[in-house]
């Protein structure tokens, strides 16, 4: 049986380095990404995790492919919500692709098929995400309740 897949495809006003960057840099993610922060060194083959504030590691995952400024593959599994668990290993991958004065950037999400609650949460997670983000770098300020101080967990909640 073949994976779902979560597709998303937003067009931001920047550069693919500076994206790039946005994407890869733990205090530039703490701004968009409601205050968490990917930590790698993006090497493949290194260890990935998203962290919150406090250090602690909400997915775990292991860097798959890099070619910077183009595409970034990760391994993903959340083994802290007992809801998220029966997705096992899932994949993300960015493509960045630089059209004119702005790059397209497209996420890919691959999730097992028993996964349909992993698939809800990132269904609402990915494009608030991401939305912020292309908001930041267009801006230079995220979308409310998406920087430092606020929370997933918490919006979650509130859109439950």
Known sequence: MEKPSFVYVIYIATTAER???????????????????????????????????DGTAENIGEVLEVDRPRKLVVSWWNDTDPELRPAGRTRFTFLLQPEGE???????????????????????????????????LETGEPLPGTSEGSSCKERQLKNS
């Open 19 to 53: 994206l790039w960057e946005a994407l890869t840099t733990p205090a530039i993610n703490r701004k968009f990404w409601f205050g968490m922060q990917q930590a790698s060194d993006w090497k493949v083959g290194s260890t990935w995790r998203m962290e919150n504030s």
């Open 102 to 136: 702005l790059v397209k950037l497209t996420l890919l999400h691959d999730i097992a098929p028993a996964g349909q609650a992993f698939i809800a949460s990132i269904s609402e997670g990915w494009p608030q995400i991401l939305s912020s983000l292309k908001t930041m």
